[in-house]
Structures are given as structure tokens and as C-alpha cells.
């Protein structure tokens, strides 16, 4: 089960919608469709503000409550990035299908209904910017989010572990998804399971120097934490952009 | 027409050049352009090296689409794009080529025809989104009882007067200073495609062979053909001729250019081989 700790995304995958994307990293691939500023269903309509929908489709079966605990996170946290003022009486679609999860040849993957899934809050949100990004959909910031446990058992107990894998995951004391935006502020956390309030400032120290990073290699930055080998989506969304920008853009 | 401005600075901003910039070892923010010297790009929430941002004397300046003037004295990037200087103009902007359809004031666009109300046509410029209105008597010497009837589906070639985020958009087929329509009007016949924002813009370009490196409509016409085009800023291009099937083959030849983005060489090639295949 080797899982690729690098990121991957396909922009522009899906011909009809007005952005989208494929984003996969740690054995998760979502696909993101956006479309907007379409026409609000009228009794949604807000006179004043864009309605931020946040659709969110299970790999397999029907969306439950999971899915919609999952989509009530991600439109809080989108509609803080869209400036949704500029766009009154719309609707801003955004549809994130799960098409895979990683494998996990250890672990009973035995699925639950109704288990929030948090490790899969950032390759959601990653591919809900990228979609909104090739949608040119205005931003105020982008954000970046990573996953952090803390183990439990064993010499290592209390350690915080960045992108855990699924049996790390699985066996941590507590699991954390942390969210920052361009500029360093917090914009997402949550968390699940048992933890200090000393934790969870280590989770948010580590988190942001993960989410900070803007550079292909981080060493300057977290050669402290022997964590280097998880690159920087930050540099990795602004490189996807750049050379599809630079591929639209060549009769210029 | 180039592009229109979304906002305007009011005056040029002496202060600009000093923006107090927080610097945080552990924290790296990008800073746009801060060495490079080839095209720039921007994603939302960059910061903008002041160097980049021009000053004039006398012109204020202008801030084109995909910036944002955050008060007081801060320009931040709002979409992911090629960020562009134009000195001349005092003017800064960030191209990109994607997206839906958000009208702005003088655009000229294709529009399909709801229904008709009252007073005037509802017109449909991108899909899902609320309708235009287009008065029935901003048609050129139209008056109550001469003015075009359009039908539901008709194609009118216009012109945005009207964009404000509160208010659906207004269009027009005439000038409003000369009373003339100016080729605007009811599209008859012929057929739709569509095509990418930023190709539309390309066709549109004043000097579409030379600044935007579109051959096709050229060599298609030095081939023979005889057609005749209108294209919408919103991503709409249309083709009509006498011949069913020069039309169709310019419509195929727009939109293959678009969507594989060929380069001058290979739509000659493209062109070749769409008139070979008519022959």
C-alpha cells in the first residue's frame, strides 16, 4: 500500500462545469466540480449574499450524516474565502465527489455510517480551491489544511504526528484537521477525541508551519521536526495554477 | 475592446509605495514578482511587490479585473492569473481565461431570447443565470409600433449598459448618443457555439491575428470561404454563411482552436486539412 506523499491534481477534468478539479494526495483523490454565480433557488436567495452550497458525495453509496457534517464544515470555511457580498441573490456551487480513500490492507475497513471521516477535510478543501480557482471565482485568501494525530500507545505516546497514514489514524489518541490561509490565520480546526489544551497548541504550532510552507523543499523550515518529507501544497497549488495559467494564457 | 475596468482608483495613491510589511521568519509569504522578470502570476491574497505597481504623474490608477482595493492602501489579487502592468494607462490587472460570465458595463455579447415581457426582452447571457433585460425600444429607430419581434430563441447582438451586482443586467442595441445600432441587433440565421472566456477575447482583440494570435477566421476566408461572425464577450461565437457547411466547418475550426489551444502553425495546418475534407 504504498500511498504517494506527493500531491497530484487534473484541472479543468470536467468540460461542462465552469471550474473543477482532480486532487489526490495521501491515497485520497476527490474531484471537485464549481459552478458560479449561478441563480439561487429562490428560497435560498439571500438579498445581500452569495448561498456558498457545499455538496459532498461518498465514494461509495449515499451521502448520510456523515457527508452532511462533512459539508457543513467546508461551507463555513469557504464562505470566509469567497467574498460573497460581491455576488448577492447567487448561488456558488461547489460538488466534491470522494472516488477514492486509501487502502488500508491492515485495518478492518469496515464502513461505518454515520463516522466523520476528518482525514478527508483536507483533500476536500484542496480540490474545492482548486475548483474555484480555474472557475476564477474571486478569493479573498487561499487555504491550506493538514491532518495531525497524536499517538497513544506505545515509547512514542504523545507525539504529534503530521498526515498520519490510515493506521496511525486509526490508533491516535486524538485526530486534528487544522486550516490555515495565505496570510498565516487560522480558518479551520477541528478535532476528535482526547487531548490537552498543551496538545492541541503543539497541533496548531505544527499545523501551521505545515500549511505555511511556500516552498518546494521545507527544510528551512521544519528541519526541526524530521517531517520534510511531506511537501508544501501551498507551493504546489500556486505551481498547478501557474503553468495552467501560463498554458491558457501562450498566445500572449 | 479590450477589457473594462471593474473600479477605479480614485486619484493616485502617494502611500502606496509605503505598506507596512510584517516580516515573520516563520512565516514565508510570497511576495508576487519580488525577483522574477517573466510573467507574473498571482494567486487570491498575494502580496504585490510595490516595484510592480505603477505611478504617474497625472493618471489615477486603475485597477482592472482580479484586484481588489482592500482600504487603505493595499491591492491584493483575487483570482490565479497572469498579473499585467500597462504603464501607458497607468492600469493593472490579472488575466485569466476561465470561468463563468459576470457582465460588465459596454461589453458587447450574444444574448438568446427568454420571453418577452411588457416592456422588454428577457435575455438569457450564460446559462442558470438571471435574465438580461433588453427594453424593446433600444433597438435602432425602433418606436411602440416599428420595433424587431423577436421570438423565444432568437439571438440579438447588444451591448452591456447596465452591471450592477444588485440588479439584473441591462442591454442595448443602439447608441445611446447617436441613435445608430452600430452592427447590433437580431442575429438571423446562422448558428451558436460556444467557446472559452478567453477566446472570446481573443477574437475580439482589434488586431486578433496579431496581438492574439487567432488565424483561423483569416485563412478560413483567404481559403475561399464566405461567412460572416459576431462574437460575445460572454463566450458565445456565431457563424453564418450561405453554405450549411462552411458554417459548421468554421464553428469546428473556432472551437478546436480554443479547446486544444493550437499555436499560428498548427490552425494553418487545421484550416488545410478542415478544407481539404469539404473538397
Known amino acids: 500500500m504504498a500511498v504517494s506523499s506527493q500531491p497530484a491534481a487534473d484541472l479543468a477534468p470536467l468540460p461542462r462545469a465552469d471550474g473543477s478539479a482532480t486532487f489526490s494526495h495521501h491515497g485520497f483523490v476527490v474531484t471537485a466540480a464549481v459552478n458560479g454565480p449561478v441563480e439561487a433557488p429562490r428560497r435560498d436567495e439571500n438579498a445581500f449574499e452569495a448561498l456558498v452550497d457545499v455538496i459532498v458525495r461518498p465514494a461509495a453509496g449515499v451521502g448520510g450524516t456523515a457527508e452532511?457534517?462533512?459539508?457543513?464544515?467546508?461551507?463555513?470555511?469557504?464562505r470566509q474565502l469567497i467574498p460573497i457580498r460581491d455576488f448577492p441573490r447567487t448561488m456558488i456551487q461547489i460538488t466534491l465527489q470522494i472516488v477514492e480513500i486509501p487502502e488500508n490492507a491492515y485495518e478492518n475497513a469496515k464502513i461505518l455510517q454515520a463516522q466523520l471521516n476528518l482525514p478527508v477535510i483536507p483533500a476536500l478543501l484542496h480540490a474545492a480551491i482548486l475548483g474555484l480557482l480555474t472557475a476564477s471565482i474571486p478569493l479573498k485568501t487561499i487555504v491550506t489544511a493538514c491532518t495531525v494525530a497524536i499517538t497513544e500507545d506505545g515509547a512514542s505516546a504523545g507525539r504529534v504526528t503530521l498526515e498520519p497514514t490510515a493506521i496511525e489514524a486509526r490508533r491516535a489518541k486524538s485526530l486534528h484537521v487544522v486550516g490555515f490561509t495565505g496570510d498565516g490565520g487560522l480558518l479551520l480546526s477541528e478535532s476528535t477525541g482526547s487531548f490537552s489544551l498543551e496538545e492541541l497548541a503543539q497541533v496548531l504550532e505544527l499545523g501551521e508551519k505545515a500549511c505555511s510552507r511556500d516552498h518546494k523543499d521545507g527544510t528551512d523550515v521544519l528541519m526541526e521536526d524530521d517531517e520534510v518529507s511531506s511537501s508544501s501544497i501551498k507551493y504546489f497549488i500556486r505551481s498547478v495554477m501557474q503553468s495552467k495559467a501560463a498554458k491558457d494564457l501562450h498566445w500572449k | 475592446?479590450?477589457?473594462?475596468?471593474?473600479?477605479?482608483?480614485?486619484?493616485?495613491?502617494?502611500?502606496?509605495?509605503?505598506?507596512?510589511?510584517?516580516?515573520?521568519?516563520?512565516?514565508?509569504?510570497?511576495?508576487?514578482?519580488?525577483?522574477?522578470?517573466?510573467?507574473?502570476?498571482?494567486?487570491?491574497?498575494?502580496?504585490?511587490?510595490?516595484?510592480?505597481?505603477?505611478?504617474?504623474?497625472?493618471?489615477?490608477?486603475?485597477?482592472?479585473?482580479?484586484?481588489?482595493?482592500?482600504?487603505?492602501?493595499?491591492?491584493?489579487?483575487?483570482?490565479?492569473g497572469q498579473f499585467v502592468v500597462e504603464r501607458q494607462k497607468n492600469a493593472i490587472r490579472v488575466?485569466?481565461?476561465?470561468?463563468?460570465?459576470?457582465?460588465?458595463?459596454?461589453?458587447?455579447?450574444?444574448?438568446?431570447?427568454?420571453?418577452?415581457?411588457?416592456?422588454?426582452?428577457?435575455?438569457?447571457?450564460?446559462?442558470?443565470?438571471?435574465?438580461a433585460l433588453l427594453p424593446h425600444l433600444s433597438f435602432e429607430s425602433a418606436t411602440r409600433k416599428t420595433r424587431p419581434m423577436l421570438a423565444n430563441g432568437a439571438l440579438v447582438y447588444a451591448r452591456v449598459s447596465l452591471a450592477h451586482k444588485h440588479m439584473d443586467p441591462e442591454l442595448e442595441c443602439v447608441s445611446p448618443s447617436t441613435g445608430k445600432s452600430d452592427g447590433l441587433g437580431p442575429l438571423t440565421d446562422g448558428m451558436l457555439f460556444p467557446i472559452s472566456l478567453?477566446?472570446?477575447?481573443?477574437?475580439?482583440?482589434?488586431?486578433?491575428?496579431?496581438?492574439?494570435?487567432?488565424?483561423?477566421?483569416?485563412?478560413?476566408?483567404?481559403?475561399?470561404?464566405?461567412?460572416?461572425?459576431?462574437?460575445?464577450?460572454?463566450?458565445?461565437?456565431?457563424?453564418?454563411?450561405?453554405?450549411?457547411?462552411?458554417?459548421?466547418?468554421?464553428?469546428?475550426?473556432?472551437?478546436?482552436?480554443?479547446?486544444?489551444?493550437?499555436?499560428?502553425?498548427?490552425?494553418?495546418?487545421?484550416?488545410?486539412?478542415?478544407?481539404?475534407?469539404?473538397?
Open chain 1, 68 to 78: 452532511r457534517q462533512l459539508e457543513s464544515i467546508l461551507q463555513s470555511t469557504l
Open chain 2, 95 to 131: 488575466e485569466t481565461t476561465s470561468g463563468r460570465y459576470i457582465p460588465r458595463v459596454g461589453e458587447l455579447v450574444i444574448g438568446t431570447v427568454h420571453h418577452s415581457g411588457a416592456e422588454s426582452y428577457f435575455v438569457t447571457l450564460s446559462d442558470f443565470t438571471s435574465s
Open chain 2, 1 to 80: 475592446m479590450l477589457f473594462s475596468y471593474s473600479s477605479l482608483l480614485q486619484g493616485r495613491n502617494p502611500s502606496l509605495k509605503s505598506i507596512p510589511r510584517t516580516q515573520n521568519p516563520t512565516r514565508l509569504t510570497h511576495r508576487a514578482g519580488a525577483m522574477s522578470s517573466g510573467p507574473i502570476y498571482v494567486l487570491p491574497g498575494d502580496e504585490i511587490d510595490a516595484s510592480l505597481i505603477p505611478s504617474h504623474p497625472k493618471k489615477p490608477l486603475r485597477l482592472g479585473p482580479g484586484l481588489r482595493h482592500a482600504p487603505p492602501n493595499d491591492i491584493i489579487p483575487t483570482v490565479a
Open chain 2, 198 to 279: 478567453g477566446m472570446s477575447r481573443r477574437l475580439m482583440l482589434s488586431k486578433s491575428a496579431q496581438d492574439g494570435k487567432v488565424v483561423v477566421l483569416d485563412e478560413l476566408a483567404s481559403a475561399g470561404l464566405q461567412f460572416e461572425t459576431a462574437t460575445g464577450r460572454n463566450g458565445r461565437f456565431w457563424v453564418d454563411s450561405e453554405n450549411i457547411k462552411t458554417i459548421s466547418l468554421v464553428g469546428r475550426a473556432v472551437t478546436e482552436t480554443d479547446e486544444k489551444g493550437l499555436n499560428v502553425d498548427q490552425q494553418k495546418k487545421l484550416v488545410r486539412s478542415l478544407i481539404k475534407e469539404l473538397s
